[in-house]
């Protein structure tokens, strides 16, 4: 035993399983902690600036200067919009298994700052969109070459969102074996949820302010400008931060145990071949290779039923950023006689409800929930999400009551056959709607990825990340199909739900539509949830 006191102090600095990025011990003292997150938390504040700078008036831009109908143009953004929440699952595998975490953010980042730059250029040379006749003031449709080069920019964005990666690499700064970097570890995911907040919010009132007064080119050259900024503050952290020891990923642990077993082919003198699995390491598959890999898929799939409820509700967060936003757009937004309120700077409402009620869910909710319930967290994960599932229903509800009051008003005054016309209805009327959907945002965003990260099996929670924001993705694309689908049934039975003509269209029957479905969901959720066993709980129980 080595009984040097300089050797024990520092055995006792360095932290297990990680690397500084000179592939040494890292020394607690010198790398991780608050001093390495505030940097990922910095370039992810910029990048949500740069995507809600894109997706927040992208219907608009689709609708206007690009020449799309409202149903397309919503559909668009829906499947766009799904991509990217699911592309990121294959960045987590990517990410844990082959390039490593901090990588893959170097990788995405150059993607997402090609795709922004190639969507400003789209904007700003006359030959990439569709040029405006001056005598009708409309916009040709597109040809074929100015979509594939628009929806190429965007669709790059959609590749290099990596967010499950980025958030594992910030929570991997602090040691959880450490008992007070253990809890800063639980408050980085409140800020840097604070952080995303400030940055969707600040972009979604500064953006759409400048697109609207026809700066299209300026309105998207900002995201790739704060892309660039993004990159930037992530790589000055860089030797500051803690990288964790390559280690096999899912994927490739189950590719080498069924390989070893494949290879287990006896020979006439009953000797066995072995199988090289790591630098390290030679060994047949185990019957604890074989167990862990069983127990892992068990988890994995207890956890299926629930991800498919959460898919309602990915259905209606698709909603504010395509028909919530145009529905604002037919109505009042005058503040004063010279300024008018951009309809897609009140999806800032979702951001501020989140900066807003974070601290006073942790402050005041917790606590006094926890005088009954008796639980360290007030009320389980489970029970967080259901809430948000139940408040996001009553947005529905809200959103279909108000746009019924609105044509209805549009009918009152003539002005149906003017689709260009604005209702004498203030904007204001939608702000109950955006209130309950971000305050519904709080309960089931949070609520989700603490749940799918602390409930995936051990080493696998950017999985679980990817995962939960595969609910949203996933929810968009339905949104899209049922936009699609409504749009030809409606169509073909008298008057589409979705006329480019908002004061001609049924948003509020859709709504309805959406509400009652969400609810279907929430009933499965319940009963789901109900019989659902804690990964804490089956480990107790399994002693």
Not at 166 to 190: C, I, L, M, T
Not at 436 to 445: C, D, P, R, W
Not at 512 to 521: E, M
């Amino acid at each position: 035993m080595d009984l040097n006191p300089t050797t024990a102090l520092l055995e006792k600095d360095t932290v297990d399983g990680f690397v500084d990025y000179r592939g040494r011990p890292v020394s607690r003292r010198k790398a991780g902690g608050w001093r390495s997150a505030l940097f990922v938390m910095g370039g992810e504040m910029a990048e949500r600036f740069a995507y809600y700078g894109i997706a927040s008036n992208l219907i608009n831009y689709l609708m206007g200067p690009f020449g799309k109908s409202m149903a397309e143009a919503a559909a668009s953004i829906n499947i766009w919009s799904g991509c990217i929440c699911v592309i990121p699952l294959l960045g987590a595998l990517l990410g844990d298994s082959f390039l490593g975490r901090y990588r893959m953010i170097l990788v995405t980042s150059f993607l997402y700052i090609l795709g922004t730059g190639m969507l400003t250029l789209s904007v700003i040379i006359p030959s990439l969109r569709p040029l405006q006749d001056p005598e009708r003031g409309t916009c040709p449709p597109a040809t074929q070459f100015q979509t594939f080069f628009l929806f190429t920019s965007l669709y790059l964005v959609a590749i290099a969102q990596n967010k499950p990666c980025v958030q594992a690499f910030g929570a991997d700064q602090f040691d959880a074996q450490d008992p007070q970097e253990s809890k800063s570890k639980s408050s980085f995911f409140n800020w840097l949820n604070f952080s995303l907040c400030f940055g969707s919010g600040a972009s979604t009132i500064i953006v759409p302010f400048i697109e609207d007064n026809n700066s299209w080119g300026l309105g998207f050259g900002l995201p790739c400008i704060s892309m660039v900024a993004a990159l930037a503050i992530f790589l000055l952290g860089t030797p500051s931060y803690r990288y964790p020891k390559k280690t096999s990923g899912l994927v490739i642990r189950s590719c080498r145990v069924v390989g070893a077993a494949a290879e287990q082919v006896p020979s006439g003198d009953d000797d066995r071949r072995v199988i090289q699995i790591s630098s390290e390491e030679t060994h047949h598959p185990r019957k604890s290779d074989w167990s862990r890999l069983i127990m892992e898929s068990k988890e994995v799939l207890q956890l299926t039923p629930i991800w498919v409820t959460c898919l309602f509700y990915g259905v209606v967060n698709a909603q504010p950023l395509s028909l919530f936003t145009k529905q604002g757009g037919t109505m009042d937004r005058r503040v004063s006689r010279d300024f008018q309120v951009p309809a897609a700077a009140l999806q800032s409402t979702s951001s501020i409800m989140m900066l807003l009620l974070v601290p006073i869910y942790d402050g005041v909710f917790v606590p006094m929930t926890r005088l009954f319930t008796k639980l360290p967290s007030g009320i389980t994960m489970l029970q967080r999400i259901g809430i948000g599932l139940l408040l996001s229903i009553a947005s529905m509800v809200v959103a279909a009551v108000v746009e019924s009051r609105r044509l209805e008003m549009a009918r009152e005054l003539g002005l149906v056959d003017e689709g260009d016309a604005t209702v004498p209805m203030s904007v204001w009327w939608l702000l109950p709607q955006f209130v309950l959907y971000g305050t519904a945002n709080v309960f089931v965003y949070i609520g989700s990825l603490e749940f799918f990260y602390g409930e995936m099996p051990e080493g696998l929670g950017s999985v679980g990340i990817a995962l939960c924001l595969a609910t949203y993705g996933i929810g968009s694309f339905l949104s899209g199909i049922l936009i699609s689908a409504v749009d030809m049934a409606s169509g073909a039975v008298g008057k589409s739900w979705f006329d480019s003509n908002l004061n001609r269209a049924h948003l509020d029957y859709f709504y309805w539509l959406v509400a009652a479905s969400s609810a279907i969901g929430f009933g499965l959720f319940i009963y789901l949830a109900k019989s659902y066993v804690y990964k804490s709980q089956r480990l107790r129980d399994s002693f």
